[in-house]
């Protein structure tokens, strides 16, 4: 049976799991027709979430992305530095970018609309944890399908990067753009990691493993900045553009 153009194996074979169903469908050739009809227009899903995510972030100003978990409540000692991060930061003048969700990103959001300033909310569909928090400007509330395209919307029109605990999605965007900012893709904009103790065991391997190795450069040890405050955070991020003269405020 097809959906989509793709003959879905669950339904040739109900007992297999949603995960053996796309190792099948991943294994499995592809007709012609298929091909047309799934993948080539794939392409035009992915062009139109570019165009609408341009064309809503393209006069936005100046703007700073928080990443973190979407697990963290707001009793956490990190949700609440979020807010405070992000209220101070857009008193400085930026908007704040975030992913859109609970935890960290609605932390975000919130210092964003507690100040008054521009809240952006980069949502993405996914089966659980992620929904739009009720912080962000209707205006700049966003939902993609896929990652790579969202990513590409938080370092397109981020000026700063505050990165606060979280998992696997948050290690991917620090490294999204300390990868962009290593190969001069994008600007040497300044990346903060907040909580020493929570980040200290990453960035010992990196010393250890990356640069013992020759993986990395000494260099590129100092692409971020380890902080243990908002106000050290928020500091380090108007510290490096008054180095500038550049004046933030839209």
Known sequence: ???DGTRDESL???ELDSNETKLHNSFRQKTWDETITKDSWMVFKVMAEFVDGYEKLAKIGPCVSIFG???LKPENKYYE?????AEKITRLGFGIITGGGPGIMEAGNKGAFNAKGKSIGLNIDL???Q???PYINKS???NFDYFFVRKVMFVKYSQGFVVMPGGFGTLDELTEA???IQTNKIGKFPIVLVGSEFWGGLLDWFKTTLLKEGMIAEDDLDLYRVVDTADEAVAHIKAFYDKYSVNVNF
């Open 12 to 14: 040739v074979n109900p």
């Open 1 to 3: 049976m097809e959906i």
């Open 140 to 142: 700049y509330s966003m």
């Open 69 to 71: 978990s979407a697990r």
């Open 131 to 133: 929904h739009f928090n």
């Open 127 to 129: 089966p659980f944890e």
């Open 81 to 85: 530095m979020a807010v405070d991060i």
């Open 178 to 180: 300390m990868t962009l």
